[in-house]
């Protein structure tokens, strides 16, 4: 025991001595970009003699079924057309998607091309020196058809490319409007005619609107769809997240009033709190619910159980005045290529291929989702719900928030917040305290994201 | 050991005949042989010594080494003590701490409830080796299984919710994990109903073992069922609820990971936040491994202190058996 005593202590003064030492090379800096050479063809890997094997971490088909059908498909057809690569895609589960990358950033090993939600969780991984950025891989003529770039410029640098479009109407059952006296011809607008409908739904013993919170997504659903109603542009939340404003102050605050505002007003289901995110969203499609705060990218999955004319979409009623308030929240959900990838330029290749017409439409047609690409073929669209989500994806799209603030805010203040409200163990005013407590912490334990952040913020 | 500047040395070629053992054939001095003797164990031993230390003394180094470090324009820099202060002010961490200790304070609750069910099981009742397996199952079903089942069950407008309405106790249908206030609880109840089938296995086991002749010559005494339970069974199972207790207590600190995530997430509010959770959510979700190695140094540190308990009250038992 004595001598176990002694070989630990020595390994805690060995590693205190190292930890002291020289520290560990910097990743590539932000700015530097991978060695140029001329741009490959849109749809072939560069001739290489060597065979190359690419790995690909998706996700994916929780949110667009059919995907895995389309992923299948393209692999097939680029295998084909490029007979010295082959492709090895791996499905995440939700859970696993950023953990395993995570791990295998650690460990500089790991798939070549990685699958990431839009802003804040693609260049965490950016500035953690995981990606590399595109301009010298994919040529800009072919970067500018990519919708909602936005999301992952960092530095002027792109990091990363959109894949599908993914959108947040609110979805309703027009049979159960029409039963509790509600015109589903002119759903709600405004907020008191979402609580008014919020009663008069009640009335005939349908839950309004359902949700599910345990799991936590959902909380960071609600601050995105309803936070930004008081604000003119996405900045805000950056500006705060770097202490230029104050979650505390009034046009951040507000939404957590107007969220317990709906919670008073009997909107929600009453379990919310002890069900899942799928949960909440599976009581709509088997019609126990007449709302949900959904997801365009569930809609064709929906239709196919419920039938198209079980539901109907519009924008999510205002209580602010901010031109966000007016917007369509939608993102491109994307890919990005590995830093420690050994076939970086095959694997633009695969992106680009990805966008080319025939896997566009496919993509859609497989899916019922939009690609994200202004060359996708409109005319495919023939769904009247679809052509209105479409037409505001074109006209009034705006920013996800979630994908604007650093993911631990989102996680110890948005995820944990709603599930205290629904519990009615915080206040909105001590929720709102909560959120500027929480960011104050994340700038104080990340100086380096912090930078990055401040950068990303002008 | 002779001179080697005597007769009886190395050098003397009468040595061999000046050591005598026992009256047997004289055994020459040989400390090489000796020095391979004592070697030997340890050369059979390096192969896994080498494989372990990899394994788990790179890594073990690797976070000790990270928890001092933060990272600074890019780059791991040496900066004390710093994770650590910044733990102690982190209201989840804190909060995650609460809760494990909240959790080590069922242990008692489940020795118990053990103890009990395996005295019973050793009064040898009718469908004894049934209600033993009985108990047993639940603790080798895998804690996801478990998790995602008690999930269901204890929904808002779950299976027992609905049971409970059904006989007229709408009182006790409460929102079991919905609720900051009763989902610890909840969690305290799943795991227990887990982990208790061990303990039982392992006292039954143990008494077993143990002489009838005492059970009969207290008897005889004229000794009461409670006070046969006090003064026999209780000493006698002193060494396995020592180690089930620190078994357990460990469980509680750093293996109730797959019950949080599963049935909570941590939530609801970090309510049923524990500190494995929080390493995981510092070092694969927010991207802070200096934080969640940090956490994790720390719990290395707890639980090896339990460890070390559990090994010292095991070598004490041992000796007073010798003695």
Request: charged share 20%; with cysteine.
């Amino acid at each position: 025991m004595k001598k176990t005593f002694q070989f630990l202590s020595l390994l805690i003064v060995i590693s205190l001595l190292a930890a002291c030492a020289t520290p560990t090379p910097p990743p590539p800096a932000a700015t530097e970009a991978p060695a140029a050479t001329e741009a490959p063809a849109a749809t072939q890997a560069p001739a290489a003699a060597e065979p190359v094997k690419l790995v690909i971490w998706w996700w994916g088909e929780q949110e667009a079924p059919g995907a895995q059908k389309w992923m299948d498909e393209t692999i097939a057809k680029f295998q084909e057309a490029n007979p010295n690569v082959t492709i090895e895609a791996v499905l995440q589960s939700t859970d696993t998607l950023i953990p395993a990358f995570k791990s295998a950033a650690a460990a500089k090993e790991g798939p070549d091309i990685q699958y990431f939600w839009g802003g804040v969780w693609t260049l965490e991984d950016a500035w953690a020196g995981s990606l590399v950025p595109l301009e010298d891989l994919i040529p800009q003529d072919e970067l500018k058809h990519y919708i909602n770039n936005f999301e992952r410029t960092w530095d002027g640098k792109q990091w990363g490319t959109g894949w599908y479009l993914s959108g947040n109407p609110m979805v309703f059952n027009p049979d159960l409007f029409t039963q509790a006296g509600l015109d589903p011809a002119n759903p709600p607008k405004t907020w008191d005619e979402l609580k008014d409908a919020c009663t008069k739904l009640n009335g005939i013993g349908v839950t309004p609107i359902a949700g599910g919170l345990k799991d936590g997504w959902f909380g960071g659903w609600l601050f995105s769809i309803l936070a930004r109603q008081t604000h003119d542009t996405e900045k805000d939340f950056m500006a705060a997240s770097v202490g230029e404003m104050k979650f505390t102050d009034p046009n951040f605050a507000e939404w957590w009033s107007r969220l317990n505002e709906l919670k008073e007003a009997g909107c929600w289901n009453k379990d919310i709190n002890s069900l899942d995110y799928q949960q909440g969203q599976d009581m709509f499609v088997q019609g126990k619910a007449a709302m949900i705060f959904g997801n365009d990218t569930f809609l064709k999955g929906w239709a196919d159980t419920i039938g198209w004319d079980k539901m109907d979409v519009m924008m999510v009623p205002k209580y602010g005045t901010g031109k966000l308030a007016d917007t369509y929240i939608v993102t491109a959900q994307g890919m990005g290529i590995t830093s420690w990838s050994k076939y970086p330029k095959e694997a633009a290749a695969f992106l680009m291929f990805m966008h080319t017409p025939d896997r566009l439409n496919a993509w859609f047609q497989d899916t019922g989702v939009f690609p994200a690409d202004d060359r996708f073929d409109t005319n495919l669209i023939t769904q009247p719900i679809m052509k209105k989500i479409f037409g505001w994806d074109t006209s009034v799209a705006g920013a996800n928030l979630e994908n604007f603030i650093p993911s631990m805010l989102d996680e110890q203040s948005n995820f944990a917040g709603v599930q205290l409200l629904f519990a009615g163990d915080k206040t909105p005013e001590e929720l709102a305290a909560l959120a500027e407590e929480v960011i104050a912490k994340w700038r104080e334990q990340n100086p380096d994201a912090l930078k990055n952040f401040e950068i990303w913020a002008k | 050991m002779p001179s080697r500047t005597s007769k009886s040395g190395l050098n003397n070629p009468d040595a061999s005949l000046t050591i005598r053992k026992g009256g047997g054939l004289p055994l020459p001095y040989r400390p090489r042989k000796k020095f391979w003797r004592k070697l030997e164990p340890w050369l059979y031993l390096a192969p896994m010594l080498i494989a372990i230390l990899f394994v788990f003394g790179y890594p073990l180094v690797s976070l000790i080494i990270l928890s001092f470090q933060r990272r600074l324009s890019g780059v791991n820099t040496f900066v004390g003590l710093t994770n650590y202060k910044a733990l102690f002010k982190d209201d989840v961490f804190l909060q995650a701490v609460k809760n494990n200790l909240m959790l080590v304070i069922t242990v008692p609750i489940m020795v118990f409830i053990a103890l009990i069910l395996a005295v019973f099981l050793f009064e040898r009742i009718r469908g004894w080796q049934l209600y033993r397996t009985t108990l047993f199952l639940p603790y080798l079903l895998p804690i996801t299984v478990v998790g995602l089942i008690f999930s269901y069950i204890f929904q808002l407008s779950g299976v027992l919710n609905e049971f409970l309405n059904l006989i007229g106790l709408n009182f006790l249908a409460l929102d079991w994990l919905g609720s900051t206030r009763y989902a610890l609880p909840t969690l305290m109840f799943v795991i227990i109903w887990k982990e208790v089938g061990f303990g039982v296995v392992l006292f039954l086991a143990r008494l077993m073992s143990v002489e009838e002749e005492l059970f009969d010559a207290a008897k005889i005494d004229g000794a009461n069922w409670w006070q046969l339970q006090w003064n026999i069974t209780v000493p006698q199972l002193a060494t396995v609820i020592e180690f089930f207790t620190v078994v357990s207590v460990i469980t509680m600190l750093s293996w109730v990971f797959n019950y949080v995530f599963v049935m909570t997430g941590g939530g609801p509010g970090n309510s049923t936040m524990v500190t494995e959770l929080f390493v995981y959510l510092m070092g694969f979700r927010y991207n802070q491994m200096n934080i969640a190695s940090a956490v994790s140094v720390l719990l290395l540190l707890v639980t090896g202190f339990f460890i070390f308990l559990e090994l010292r009250l095991r070598a004490g038992t041992s000796a007073a058996e010798v003695s």
